[in-house]
């Protein structure tokens, strides 16, 4: 279990998920017949499949509650704060207000507010940021996807204790994900029904995406009965994903992608080895928005050769995550568990 290659898949979903996102913001023309090949739905989607894994292998080999938290804080938290901090102080310069007026508009405090505590929705964007250039007024539309790995953070404890109590483990898993897509499908059909788009966001909140984190988790619970059928249960996976993507559905993608996505994960020694100079998926995903924002706003695209432009703005952003990681992320990292460390001796 501890050889696979979710370094490199994070990277990769991280990564798809950049050139998506540069796809529909920049605006080139050009460049939007490529966005089929940048599904940001299913990258985002694959990262739920691993969180079930992943995070339930943390919480269980963690001594105590206390100490996952903290790990989980630790993870995610400082990067975190320090991209919503940051440009809010960065972006300043770009408002149509005077900083005297940006830094004393109730814009600004409810957009720290709301971000801080993962309600992105609430206030998405900053006092006279990214008003013009043909982009949407918010700071950084990828960060929606935190609120919901908070909730699969939260709800770890309550998922595991319940699984634990059970002989038939299966049970558990079968249930959840029935309602997690019910869930999801209802919502998905009252959006229809009346066009309000409240509706299409809850269907996109924990029990929505329920489905694939506990796919993640159940391949956790049943690891070695999965690696024994791995081969099988790949082509399963890849047929079905290709038929529900091929007929619109999304009713057994949440298995399918998962089982792909796990085949691969512990298939391919070679990567294993991928994030040896640094784990800086998390730091361009949760950086690159704002950054492709930033270089759209100041017309960059418009005005010079959008490949070259692109390719200066991907360099720029795997930069800031190789930054991020280093001089941020895995230093909170070094600190939690020196902590650890310290109470157990």
Same mark, same amino acid.
């Given at each position: 279990m501890k050889q696979n290659n979710f370094d490199f898949l994070r990277f990769y979903f991280a990564f798809v998920v950049v050139i998506g996102?540069? @796809? @529909?913001?920049s605006g080139v023309q050009s460049f939007k017949k490529y966005g089929i090949y940048f599904d940001t739905y299913t990258s985002v989607t694959a990262f739920f499949?691993?969180?079930g894994f992943l995070i &339930?292998? &943390?919480?269980? +080999?963690t001594k105590s509650i +206390?100490?996952?938290f903290e790990k989980r804080a630790a993870r995610l938290l400082p990067a975190y704060i320090f991209v919503i901090v940051s440009f809010s102080l960065i972006l300043s310069t770009? &408002? @149509?207000y005077s900083f005297v007026n940006y830094?004393?508009?109730p814009e600004l405090y409810k957009y720290l507010a709301a971000n801080l505590s993962f309600l992105n929705f609430v206030q998405p964007s900053l006092p006279g940021v990214f008003l013009g250039e043909g982009i949407t007024s918010d700071v950084n539309g990828a960060l929606w996807t935190l609120k919901v790995e908070v909730s699969f953070y939260l709800s770890i404890p309550i998922l595991v204790f319940f699984i634990q109590k059970l002989n038939r483990k299966y049970i558990f898993?079968?249930?959840a994900y029935l309602f997690s897509l019910a869930f999801k499908i209802g919502f998905e059909h009252l959006f229809s029904y009346t066009g309000n788009n409240i509706y299409l966001m809850i269907s996109r909140q924990l029990p929505g995406f329920l489905s694939y984190f506990i796919c993640g988790m159940a391949l956790y619970f049943y690891f070695d009965l999965f690696i024994k059928n791995k081969k099988w249960l790949f082509i399963f996976g890849l047929i079905v994903y290709l038929i529900e993507r091929k007929i619109d559905l999304e009713i057994f993608t949440p298995l399918a992608l998962s089982l792909l996505v796990f085949s691969v994960a512990f298939s391919i020694k070679q990567l294993n080895s991928f994030a040896r100079f640094g784990d800086i998926s998390y730091g361009i995903y949760i950086f690159h928005c704002p950054i492709i924002k930033v270089i759209t706003y100041l017309g960059f695209f418009r005005k010079y050769d959008p490949v070259l432009i692109s390719s200066i703005v991907i360099l720029i952003i795997i930069v800031v995550g190789f930054l991020s990681w280093h001089l941020l992320e895995k230093k909170f990292l070094i600190k939690a568990h020196s902590s650890r460390l310290e109470i157990l001796s």
């Open positions: 996102h540069l @796809i @529909i913001i499949c691993i969180s &339930s292998q &943390s919480y269980i +080999k +206390k100490s996952y770009l &408002s @149509i830094f004393t508009s898993f079968i249930t």
